[in-house]
């Protein structure tokens, strides 16, 4: 197994980008929010023009989120369409917006990273 790792800019974030294998995983650490989300969907959209074959974000360390991040993850699950993405999540910040929302259902939504790149394909 291969791993890369980078920072990538985004403004009240620090996001980094790691290659495993063909997945990518984005680690978000801050809050996600009117202001920082446009950033956060450069990043993610950057990430998902490289095609991978799954798309994992981090958020165990992000303190907020709001609905305009629930829409950058909602888009790039359109955008994978032969691709999974994942979200790693074990704070009800982060948690309770996909579960209200009903988007668990289409991103699947895991305690650890370590659970999210071994679950089968959805």
Do not use: N
Request: aromatic share 4%.
């Amino acid at each position: 197994m291969t791993s890369s790792s980078r920072d990538l800019p985004a403004s009240e974030l620090l996001v980094t980008l790691e290659w495993r294998d063909k997945a990518a995983v984005l680690r978000v650490e801050g809050e996600i929010d009117l202001l920082s989300a446009p950033e956060f969907e450069d990043v993610v959209t950057g990430v998902v023009a490289d095609r991978p074959e799954l798309l994992v974000v981090d958020l165990r360390s992000v303190t907020f989120l709001c609905s305009a991040g629930l829409q950058v993850l909602a888009g790039a699950h359109r955008s994978l369409s032969t691709s999974d993405i994942r979200v790693v999540s074990d704070s009800t910040v982060t948690t309770r917006p996909f579960t209200s929302t009903g988007l668990d259902t289409w991103i699947g939504v895991f305690p650890t990273l370590e659970q999210a790149l071994a679950s089968p394909a959805t």
